[in-house]
């Protein structure tokens, strides 16, 4: 028996395309997070059921790909109000944060050194940081005149970074409130040298 010709549907099409397009970004921004050095198209395209050609034709390059996962990843990310001046706050806001989102995308930065497409958001994402320490740590900083006070701004901003939380939690295996007073201890260390 031969069934008869499917008809030609732009609406399936287009459902079809979209649900390839939420495949990919899913699996990228999986693979991503487990293996941001070994970020491969064709890993990708075997997991997301699909061709690397179909990858390039949504996104265009990988370089696109990994930015757009950058991005997005900035998007989500939530900025927990913290007031000025509190650290032990300000650190369990940026910790819940980092829970959250510090093994996505925006927690691996080493592709930013091999793949120029990422270097934009990568330096976004340093400023944004900045902008967060300045603002949370502004009555414990000083004008930043001097070099001791930008050597503490320096130091707050390595301190609350992404990669301490990553090395701390991640790698030495910390629990979270253990991670969070070790961040701390290192901030009031720095603060109390005013």
Known sequence: ????????SMERRS???AATKARVYQVAKALYSERP????LKTVAERAKTSVQTILRIYGSKSALVANLLEASQGQARRPVALPDDVVTAIRA????????????NG?????????????QLEAAR???????????AGMLGTQ??????????GLIIATDISVWKQLRRDFGLYRR??????IGIITALLQER
């Open 37 to 40: 050095q070994d970020f491969a």
């Open 178 to 183: 253990a991670a969070e007073a070790v961040v």
């Open 94 to 105: 940026r910790y819940t944060e980092y829970e959250k989102d510090g093994d996505g995308p």
């Open 145 to 154: 005149a001097s070099l001791a006070d930008q050597a503490r701004l320096f």
């Open 15 to 17: 459902a079809n395309a």
């Open 108 to 120: 691996h930065t080493a592709d930013g050194r091999r793949d120029p497409g990422v270097v934009k």
């Open 1 to 8: 028996m031969n069934k008869p010709a499917r008809r030609y």
């Open 127 to 137: 400023l944004t940081h900045r902008a967060w320490v300045e603002k949370i740590f």
